[in-house]
């Protein structure tokens, strides 16, 4: 097998299952970016939807399952679930979102982080300057001014998940900075 052989097939089987990461292999896991098991537990196979709306979610799975390209994970989460993919919706949004970080109109920051939290969650956030807990939508309340702290805070908390910024987009969250290079570019 020459090199360009080996180059090419590695990239067309390197599809990998939307939800739990796996490689995929069979033509409808490929078909869908979903292995068998993962279709089964999502309710993707028993969903009784018009066949138009199976092929737009397989279209915005492999769109999440590929984040280069396509919607951004909440419009496509939000559409999945507009077209009956209900449970998927919410497999798929918690598998690729621990943080989301909205910026409210008077200029506040509303932070909401998914389970399992660290053991420092509630204290790291509360040490935040302006900290306020919304007990109605149980999430966590800063005005803007605090951005660098609050970045400090979830850089330190939670490196290396997923978080969905104010502009609707994903990241990572890089590891803590040292105290003394200060808190970096915030990105929100
Ligand atoms: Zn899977």
């Given at each position: 097998m020459s090199g360009y052989e080996t180059l090419a097939s590695t990239k067309i089987l390197n599809v990998r299952c939307a939800i739990c990461g796996r490689l995929l292999r069979n033509p409808l896991s490929l078909e869908v970016a979903i292995g068998p098991e993962c279709r089964e537990r999502s309710g993707y196979d028993t969903v009784q939807v018009p066949p138009e709306a199976v092929e737009e979610a397989n279209m915005l799975i492999r769109q999440v399952a590929d984040?280069?390209?396509?919607?951004t994970v909440q419009e496509a989460c939000a559409r999945l679930f507009a077209l009956g993919f209900t449970r998927l919706s919410a497999i798929l949004f918690e598998r690729f979102v621990k943080v989301v970080v909205q910026r409210e109109e008077n200029d506040r920051l509303t932070v909401k982080v998914g389970p399992p939290?660290?053991?420092t969650h509630s204290s790291t956030l509360a040490a935040v300057p302006g900290y306020i807990y919304d007990r109605e939508r149980k999430l966590s309340v800063y005005p803007f001014s605090s951005k660098e702290h609050l970045w400090a805070a979830l850089r330190e908390l939670y490196p290396g998940e997923k978080l969905l910024n104010t502009d609707g987009r994903l990241l990572t969250i890089p590891w803590p900075k040292r105290k003394a290079d200060g808190f970096g570019d915030v990105p929100y």
């Open positions: 984040l280069r390209r396509g919607p939290h660290a053991p």
